[in-house]
C-alpha cells in the first residue's frame, strides 16, 4: 500500500556530491522511519540511513557518518539522502525504505516492508 520511487543517482567523480530522492505514494499515513540502504556488486545489501517519523532522529553506518546527510518532507511525502565527499567505495544501488509496522528506527533490511526500485550510484574518475 506505499509505493516508492528513488531518482537522483548518476556517475560522480571522487569527492563530489550527489542528492537521492525518494517519493513516497499509495497509504504514506502509514509510513514510519525510513532508510537508505546500498547494495554494491557481490555485496549484501547494507544499511546506510535512517530517520524517525518527523525527522528529529537519525542515524547513521559508520563507514558514512559526516558525509552523508538524511532527511523527510512529508508534506511532499519524500525522503532525501545527501552524499558528499563521495568514495569510489560509496559506488552501489541505492534503495530507499519504509517501515509500517515498528515505532523505531531500525537498520535491518527485514525490519522495513517497503522498498523502491533503487538507483545507480557510481563514484569513479
Known amino acids: 500500500q506505499v509505493q516508492l520511487v528513488e531518482s537522483g543517482g548518476g556517475l560522480v567523480q571522487p569527492g563530489g556530491s550527489l542528492r537521492l530522492s525518494c517519493a513516497a505514494s499509495?497509504?504514506?499515513?502509514?509510513?514510519?522511519?525510513m532508510g537508505w540502504f546500498r547494495q554494491a556488486p557481490g555485496k549484501d545489501r547494507e544499511f546506510v540511513a535512517a530517520?524517525?517519523?518527523?525527522?528529529?532522529?537519525?542515524i547513521y553506518a559508520d563507514s558514512v557518518k559526516g558525509r552523508f546527510t538524511i532527511s523527510r518532507d512529508n508534506a511532499k511525502n519524500t525522503l532525501y539522502l545527501q552524499m558528499n565527499s563521495l568514495k569510489p567505495e560509496d559506488t552501489a544501488v541505492y534503495y530507499c525504505?519504509?517501515?509500517?509496522?515498528?515505532?523505531?528506527?531500525?537498520?535491518?533490511?527485514?525490519?522495513?516492508?517497503?522498498w523502491g526500485q533503487g538507483t545507480q550510484v557510481t563514484v569513479s574518475s
Open positions: 530517520i524517525s517519523r518527523s525527522g528529529g532522529n537519525t
Open positions: 525504505a519504509a517501515d509500517t509496522r515498528y515505532h523505531a528506527i531500525a537498520v535491518n533490511v527485514y525490519d522495513y516492508d517497503y
Open positions: 499509495g497509504h504514506t499515513s502509514g509510513t514510519n522511519a
